[in-house]
């Protein structure tokens, strides 16, 4: 039988927080039941528990200038905004700028390829799989592929290297050229959504769509009394690139007009930006009845979303772009909760079926005549949580996870193992 072993380049693995530490726990988790061994190069966590097959290096990269400031390493919003701080985060993530101070950044970009070179070489690796962002993990599994063309390259991409919508770096163009020289050295590329594979296309000829899947022995969370009717929100703003603000409009109209009391409801939010959130509540005159727990654990966050009333879920679409389907929207499904999609600029039509499809909410635009639908949909889950005290769950739990299985990748990539 042929020995088949691979290597994960996973800047992001947990314990770190977020979404892309879970896909690539989830994915490694999969994928390596394929293989006779796995190994993972990832950046150093003093929390981390030491394993045989991790390999942790310490990055030297913008965050660590940032943890100066931040514990969590992160930008607020409000920083964000900062015209020398938008010039900086363009620069950082233009190439190869964002290979020297980027995510993961030089050192860890050179430790990692000469770590990972003495793997292939001491234990005869056959397959390398890297994930995006940072594109130091992609790059190394370029170099890789150089040095050792039997290699089979998997890479995993659940953002775009150029966005359409962000304008992340500058000269687009210019990097979309570089970068599609570069990915068409791997063997096929996974993403997490249609309509970013249709974009991927651009870099290489093979794209595998790849959801954050539900594992088949996963049970659902079952409805719970809840003290207050609870909206949540748990991730970030990213800029003027998601809106909340229909929500905030609809709940003003429905309790200016007497139709839900403002006494039972609670807008909860957690994540990186609530100075940015406190400030448009405030707006709407909703900050007394707004809850802002800031960054939580994984675990916390797990347990407010199934508690929730309603999960709220922000992202964005536009002629160029559309069917962008997070990880967040598979945490969602996963807490059973009825979701409110809110997507800038206009709706998305590819979420909107799946919700409908799936009964478990509603996908709306952030434009002015999504205000009704929204507070229909508000009032409908307030007066059915008045009536019994308990949040509602999504009646189709197995077609969801028929739908969104967690052991996919494997079928998905059978034919490049």
């Keep these: 039988m042929f020995n088949r072993k691979v290597l994960f380049l996973l800047y992001n693995y947990p314990p770190e927080l977020g ?5 690539n726990f989830q994915l490694s988790e999969s994928l390596g039941e394929a293989f006779d061994q796995k190994f993972i190069i990832t950046c150093y966590k003093s929390n ?51 290979l020297i101070f980027g995510e993961g950044g030089g050192i860890y970009l050179i430790e990692s390829f000469y770590f990972a070179s003495k793997f292939v070489k ?41 966005e359409p919508h962000y304008q992340q770096q500058y000269l687009p163009n210019l990097h979309k050229n570089i970068y599609s020289y570069f ?4 063997k096929v590329a996974l993403t997490v959504s249609s309509g970013l594979a249709n974009e991927l296309n651009l870099y290489n000829d093979n794209i595998e769509v790849v959801m954050n899947g539900i594992e088949d022995d996963y049970l659902f969370p079952k409805p719970v009394i ?3 009717f609870n909206i949540v929100y748990t991730g970030s703003l990213f800029l003027e690139e998601r809106n909340p603000n229909p929500l905030f409009i609809a709940l003003n109209n429905l309790i200016k007009k007497g ?3 403002s006494n039972l409801i609670k807008i909860v939010y957690a994540g990186k930006d609530g100075q940015s959130w406190n400030q448009l509540t405030s707006q709407w005159q909703l900050n007394e009845i707004t809850i802002n727990k800031d960054l939580i654990s994984s675990e916390e966050s797990r347990i407010l979303q199934q508690e929730a009333c309603i999960n709220l879920l922000l992202t ?21 909760s009825p979701i409110l999609a809110i997507v800038k600029n206009q709706n998305d039509k590819f979420l909107e079926n799946e919700l409908q499809e799936l009964k478990a909410g509603i996908s709306v635009s952030d434009q002015d005549e999504s205000i009704l639908t929204i507070e229909n949909f508000i009032l409908e889950k307030f007066q059915n949580w008045t009536s019994s005290n308990k949040n509602e769950k999504s009646s189709l739990q197995n077609v ?7 052991d996919q990748i494997l079928k998905s990539l059978n034919h490049y193992l």
Excluded at 138 to 162: E, G, S, T
């Design 19 to 23: 979404t892309a530490p879970k896909r």
């Design 48 to 98: 981390r528990k030491q394993s045989g097959y991790i390999k942790e290096i310490k990055p030297f990269d913008y965050r660590s200038i940032v943890r100066k400031y931040s514990n969590s390493g992160y930008l607020s919003e409000r920083l964000k905004k900062n015209v020398l701080s938008r010039v900086l985060i363009k620069l950082i993530n233009t190439f190869p700028i964002n």
């Design 122 to 162: 001491q234990h005869k690796i056959t397959h390398v799989y890297s994930s995006y962002r940072p594109v130091s993990d992609h790059f190394v599994a370029y170099m890789l592929k150089r040095r050792f063309p039997h290699l089979c390259w998997i890479a995993d991409f659940r953002d775009l290297p150029v």
């Design 183 to 186: 990915f068409k050295k791997a």
């Design 226 to 228: 809840v003290s207050s």
């Design 259 to 261: 139709l839900v009391d």
């Design 316 to 336: 964005m679409a536009s002629e160029k772009l559309q069917g962008i389907l997070t990880g967040k929207y598979i945490e969602y499904l996963k807490a059973g």
């Design 400 to 406: 969801i996870k028929i739908k969104y299985p967690a």
